[in-house]
């Protein structure tokens, strides 16, 4: 797939963005909000933009108004080409409003990482101090140097070669690295998330806080396993398998760190430091440690935090000084990405009751506020991506992605291509349109068409017997290059009640915990791509969310990685990780009783929505 | 070269001696003082011990009485066997009074590394802790642990397989390594001193800070130069000189570490800590760090101080999280080892004024006191160790080692063989004896046999003319295998002088800048090889020393050695390794006016000893 640059003005981030994306997708993934209340179904027209291809020299903020590109909407445009595009100003401010950018602006550069030149003074008979004495006394006060081996190899020559000029890169205080001469302008970050099913890598200057660059890749590790449970099978089951799982995530790195240099037209070496979110199974299978503990009862993590390690040491091709940060995670199966989801949502500062719900192939949930933070895993994350759906399939080109029933059935597919599946949120939204049609009862069930008089007759048609009872035909094989009539089986819709029954009663244990209501849930966050797509009313009609306003349901885009960039840019944001990951409170639904009793109860369609 | 086995008793040290060499060299090389005026003579008979063969079944302090060995003199019994040998309960207790040994006794076991078994608790899913937190929970107090990932990798089949039991291996109150079940009994560390010339090692119990065993080799960076400047230069010269002299070090360093594990019977995964001493080039050397500019003017040093190196990284092959301590460097030609001598002399700690004096391949004098200690390195080497004499040679079997002249010559060798060459400290003995005699007058000139009528006839014959004035026969040809006799030179006779006058006016400058005359000193101290074989009123005849009495000479041994040893055992003793480098002020003689008139003084014997 070829990758074109999108220039953003008047922000002046470029993206790389892979052919056939739509621009606002790709903008939301740069965590740019764009706002879209038709749900990217193009006929709201609020994401209108400007676009010009990139050849227009057009560079700075004054120069807008000579902009003469085309207007369009941002969820409608397919990126086929370098562009720039310009996002009018009162949408970035709003941008800059939304929850993650918030967060990430109130950062502000306060990183590790440091650059500075020094001139070191020239020995003499009189004064004859070695080359590391003079060094450290030509350092910047509150700057130490234990000095490593590798440091020192260098150092004679780079003084005697460079008159004496060089360039220190220091790390929390500490002197890491000398450059020859004056480099103080090159000092570049990577922030990643490490999902089991996509890899994303943003490119930050680490002097501006800028993101230069954003790529993402699938995570390679899924051929050997589509979920974490199978991935640790492999581990446990084969020989070199956890070697195999951590050379592959290590490989596919640092082809986006290759990239992602190439895209900013940057050097590697100028690159010094990672940081590293993703659930716990990933962050052990990265580092090399054996997940098989996390898949027996009772589901333990080898660690929790792990010091800063040389991203050398892990094979991670930057720096060879550079070192990676990894977030550290909270549970078996709450890990490092959740940590960064409170982190970007700020759940933990929060003065009122928030609920962040981050589905992925998993479903974390985080419940609190300052005043403390629940949270507990749910296995609810298949279903949601399409798995164990009979249609199912990942948001790729030809998934059905939305689904109206008012009189029959109007579908919208992924760059409006012949539908081939559906994926997770088509499913949600096909299965809310279709209770909300009484094609289903709150049950489940599929209602028998003899009976179903009140349906409209196009509708009726739709429905066929099953493998197990009646499914529902959204799009006819006529319509499509398929061989078969594209269902909605009883089955997915069993499948679905199960996962979004598990969401919901992970949300009652929680608010339980906190020993609050419903109600008192101010903003429901939902995070994660997933996230981004749902349609927040068909969320809100199958009751994966509780029975709250729409105007406090909102979606935050990727908050695990925009928690890593916040990681990177700022110590404090580190800090902030660390005390999270150690104060949030873990909730093992396994291990209670009450939560197979709501369960029960929440597998249920809402009655009354 | 075989090695022999050598079991001390009562201290049960064991000693591996390499064949030929003498039971007094390899108990003086281990520390073990053992008194002999006679100088190894054979004549004093206070070296008297008792010696059985090492199937003797003698192992413990009460079974001392059974033994029915033979008695022998230490400086003339050669190892050729293994052995027990038994040095007299009065002559120990004498040793522990020496200044190394007292030293080293004064250190308790303060080392910076501990060991301790935990017992992990078992998670359950009410308390699904990981891993690392439960381990945390489990430590003592004081011991942190910012985690490793290698440790994360073992940590949870190590736990599982172990009954949760683990052995704790922390280096100054942080976790370094884990190992399954109880290992505390196992933890050694090795002290070297890395000679221009020489390697020696010793194994330490670090439970007990016993000597366990003791191994010297050549360092085989011998054959690219026998001294510093011309090792240097080799590095300067060639590609791959650093990284060629480098390899040999640490190769040569790993054999040591083998041969000392199989002596000793322990495990090289038991070794946690190497202590390194040596001077400023070698410990560039050995960590790969370029020295070329050591050897131009203004003579600076890369470094000072490294930080605690991994062994691994440095190629050296002990446990895989041990540590390699580089003790710091003073300046560019006063090294390590000299810190080393200054520890184990207690030069920084002494009330009275002290000169240590440490002849290997250079000299270093350290002058001082508890209120301040001044240090130069003086070219001196060379002539000491036999290079630049016409028959100089290392002190092997053969070398002639004491020369007596009454009368006429009377030669002692090594090893009593016929006389192959002269080594360092015959040298000085045959010139002392030619100065007594008669032979040289104190400008060093070697008499006209002609005028010389006092000399006794025998020894009148003896002076025949040579390529610059006169030459005296030590040896004549039929009295061994060579084809020629055996001859000091004139030219030899300056060289001495040249050496000898570069030691003294170095004194001198030190006294100056210490603002105190020669008498104020209240012993000198003779360190090294070189210091333990050297006849004290002949190093005092030829003016080597300043002129006091005999009684303030001693000669202490190997003390950079020594102070490795406690650098190793004592964290305490390293605290003050790094003052004692931060401290002392080394004065650069060739920066110096005065130096060259002293010198030129200085080269002329004393006219009235």
């Known amino acids: 797939m070829k990758n074109f640059k999108v220039k953003v003005l008047p922000t002046g981030m470029e993206l790389s963005v892979t052919q056939g994306n739509t621009l606002m997708k790709a903008l939301i993934e740069a965590g740019i909000y764009i706002e879209g209340p038709c749900g990217g179904r193009g006929t709201c027209g609020k994401c209108k933009i400007e676009v010009a291809s990139l050849d227009t020299e057009i560079t700075k903020l004054e120069e807008i108004s000579n902009i003469r590109g085309e207007s369009k909407l941002a969820c409608r445009l397919e990126v086929d080409r370098n562009m720039v595009v310009v996002v009018p100003q009162a949408k970035v401010e709003e941008s800059r409003k939304s929850l993650l950018q918030t967060e990430l602006a109130s950062y502000g550069r306060q990183g590790r990482l440091v650059k500075f030149t020094i001139i070191v003074p020239v020995p003499s008979l009189e004064k004859p101090a070695s080359d590391q004495e003079r060094l450290w006394g030509a350092l910047h006060e509150g700057i130490s ?9 260098i150092l004679p020559d780079m003084l005697r070669k460079n008159k004496h000029i060089i360039t220190v890169v220091a790390r929390k205080g500490e002197v890491v690295a000398l450059e020859a001469g004056d480099t103080t302008l090159e000092l570049y970050g990577i922030a990643f998330d490490i999902g089991t099913t996509t890899l994303v890598g943003s490119l930050i200057n680490l002097l501006t806080g800028e993101v230069l660059a954003t790529q993402s890749e699938g995570n390679p590790q899924r051929v050997y396993g589509a979920d974490v449970i199978s991935r640790i099978s492999y581990v446990d089951n084969e020989d070199q398998g956890l070697y195999t799982l951590q050379s592959k995530v290590i490989t596919a790195l640092n082809e986006i760190v290759s990239k992602l ?52 040491e892990l094979g991670l091709k930057i720096n060879p000084e550079g070192y990676c940060v990894i977030v550290p995670n909270i549970a078996g199966f709450v890990g490092a990405d959740t940590v960064g989801v409170i982190l970007a949502t700020g759940l933990d500062k929060s003065r009122e009751l928030r609920l962040a719900i981050d589905i992925g192939t998993n479903g974390e949930l985080v419940l609190g506020s300052e005043k403390g933070l629940y949270a507990c895993s749910t296995a609810a994350g298949p279903a949601f991506e399409g798995a164990q759906i009979k249609f199912g399939m990942r948001a790729a080109p030809g998934a059905i992605e939305r689904v109206d029933i008012t009189g029959d059935v109007r579908l919208q597919t992924i760059n409006s291509l012949p539908a081939v599946g559906i994926c997770g949120s088509g499913v949600i939204d096909a299965v809310a349109e279709m209770l909300k049609a009484g094609v289903i009862d709150y049950t489940g069930r599929i209602t028998d068409p003899e009976g179903a008089i009140d349906l409209p007759v196009q509708i009726r048609k739709r429905i066929v017997p ?21 269902l909605i089986t009883q089955k997915d819709i ?13 949300i009652q244990v929680l608010l339980e915990e906190l ?10 966050l939902l995070a994660g791509a997933f996230g981004t797509y749902i349609r927040k009313e068909s969320a809100w009609r199958i009751g994966l969310v509780p029975n709250l306003d729409l105007e406090r349901i909102r979606a935050v885009g990727n908050a695990a990685g925009v928690g890593s960039q916040l990681v990177l840019i700022s110590e404090d944001a580190r800090v902030r990780a660390w005390r999270i990951a150690d104060s949030v409170k873990y909730i093992e639904l396994s291990a209670r009783k009450d939560f197979q009793d709501k369960f029960m109860e929440a597998i249920y369609f809402p009655q009354f929505r």
């Open 145 to 153: 140097y234990p000095m490593k081996v590798e440091a020192l190899r």
């Open 261 to 312: 240099s190439e895209d900013a037209g940057i050097k590697k070496e100028s690159i010094y430091e990672i940081t590293i979110v993703g659930n716990t199974t990933m962050t052990h299978l990265l580092l090399g440690v054996c997940p098989v503990y996390l898949a027996r009862a009772p589901y333990v993590p080898a660690f929790k935090t792990v010091a800063d390690i040389r991203a050398q």
């Open 466 to 486: 099953g493998a197990s009872g009646f499914d529902f035909i959204l799009d006819y094989c006529e319509g499509n290059g398929l061989d078969e009539d594209l």
């Open 494 to 506: 069993r499948e679905l009640q199960l996962a979004k029954g598990a969401i919901l009663a992970g």
């Open 515 to 524: 020993g609050v209501r419903e109600q008192d849930i101010t903003k429901i």
